[in-house]
């Protein structure tokens, strides 16, 4: 019997199978066996649909492999008949390959992010809000940035409310600290965006759930008052937090109470910013807790108001910490009575490297008291003193007693903005050549470091030729003594007429005298000096005489208060036994 296939004109697959009977020859050696010829088949179809039929429904009629005859060419092959029914004619068995294929298409499941999403989504839906597109993409991330967003409370409540349920049990608690989540979060930057009590609260519990928080920015975020008092009492007892930024918030005196419990009491922060804030007085109280603290490497109150008095408590704590690395302090007014202080620090302490100074009204005689300090300070290697009043007379004095200290190890200075003198340059060679040591100024005043010329001795001068020039003027004024000099009665004196006029009056000048003489006065550069450049120099010629008595007087002031040994300015002190007003009887 040859059974024939013959492909259907639906399906590529199905088969529709017809029986024709034939003689089987006799000399056939295996008689009781079936041969089926697939004459439309080539032996590739034949074995793909046979094979996967066996994989499948048609696995339980217990077909046999069939096996070729006539080698691999042939496409003839038999099949052992069965000893018992294939299978049942009742089970319904799906010959449908194609659709088997698509079933079998595997199936994709959410991430972690698009669940905590569909989760913020939802509290955006409940609290009636949009969400923010900046939000969602937070999600999954390490570091959660939020900074100048300006959400609103509902905003910002949606959002912290799917962080805290990120990190909750399915039972609603917390969960443990070395429980492994997905989502871990070291950073939490909520800038710019307004904290009253209520979001504090999602803050904190953030904080809770989440333990593995080191950097907590909260720049601008309005904390002054009770938002700061809740943050203060949490961070009490916290030990997660490493760095905390509260710059920018407004935070005054009133606020230095809620600041101390956080550097007293607090043993994890290594870093705390209270920049760009309204502290002054309160200096006092944060000296008093940083008295107290052990952990604490990094302080920046920068760009406040503390002077005089909160200086002075502030320099008296940071005097006794033994911890403290970095203290910013510019854009202050600490001025006398602050550097006073500083000094009295820079000598007892032993753990200070880097001191902001910068943008402090630190003028001579202050800088004066902190040279004091840094002559026996042995630790501090980084000093900045940028924008500060200081005339260039001082830099060169500075670097003088640098250069004699011989336990200072200073190693960077920052004289940003100030103007150095001529020998600034020099000292600053000589203590490169003992050791390492760096300066950043602004500019330094000119040098002449021309060429050697022959100069005739008895012509050499040890005054300004300018200074002479006027000196000759006495009684007469500068019209007077203009018109002295011009012979040819031109309004103009020219080179010839100025040289005549220090040989009469006795004045013998070298050609290199008279032209710095000419180079001083005529400023259009045509060869000869009118009347009103004569009296321009003039002018100058007082302004520069002006200049050196002042600093003359700044110079003398420094001595005296080294020579006096007075701390304090008489402003400062107070009277040692006050006068009362007589009590009436």
Known sequence: MEIEYTQHSASPVKRVISVIPEVIPEDSERLPELEFTASRLSRNESRAMMSRALSRNLTRASLKIPSFVGGRSSKTFFVDP??????????????????????SSPISYDSVEDVHRRAYKTFCKQLGVMPCSKVLRQFGKTSVNLADLNLSNKELKAALMTFINIFRDDDGDYSDED???????????????????KEMEYVIDLLTVNKRVSNLVLSGCHLAGESLEKLADFLRKSNTIQKLDLSNNDLTDKDAEALCKIIQDNESIFELILAHNNLGEGGVAIGNALEKNDTLRSLDLSWNHIRVIGAVGL???????????????????????????????LENN????????????????????????????????????????????????FLSRLLRAKHSGLQELDLA?????????????????????????????????????????????????????????????????????????NNCLTRDEMQLAFEMEGYPISQEAMDSVMSYLDTNKDGSVDLL?????????????IQEREEQKLRQSAEEELRGGHEYSQAYRRPANPKLPPIRK
């Open 82 to 103: 069965p000893t018992k029914p294939q299978f049942d004619p009742d089970d319904d068995y799906d010959f449908d390959f194609e659709s088997d294929e698509e079933e």
């Open 179 to 197: 429980s492994e989540n997905d989502g871990e979060i070291y950073e939490i930057n909520l800038s710019g965006n307004k904290l009253t009590t």
């Open 315 to 345: 320099a008296k704590g940071v005097q006794k910490n033994c911890h403290l690395e970095k203290l910013i302090l510019a854009w202050n007014g600490f001025g006398f009575e602050g550097s006073v202080a500083l000094k009295r620090l």
């Open 350 to 397: 032993t753990s200070l490297l880097h001191l902001d100074l910068s943008c402090n009204r630190i003028h001579p005689p202050a800088l004066f008291e902190i040279i004091k300090g840094l002559e026996k300070n042995k630790t501090l290697s980084l000093l900045n003193l940028s924008q500060n009043p200081i005339t260039a007379p001082m830099t060169s004095i």
């Open 417 to 489: 903005g100030i103007v150095v003198d001529k020998e600034f340059e020099s000292v600053l060679e000589k203590i490169r050549e003992k050791r390492l040591f760096t300066v950043r100024y602004d500019t330094s005043l000119p040098v002449n470091k021309g060429a050697a010329v022959e100069v005739d001795p008895k012509n050499v001068f040890n005054i300004d030729p300018i200074r002479i020039l006027y000196f000759m003027k006495e009684h007469l004024r500068t019209i007077d003594l203009f018109l002295k000099f011009d012979k040819d009665s």
């Open 533 to 545: 450049e004569f009296i321009d120099g003039e002018r100058k010629l007082k302004r520069k005489l």
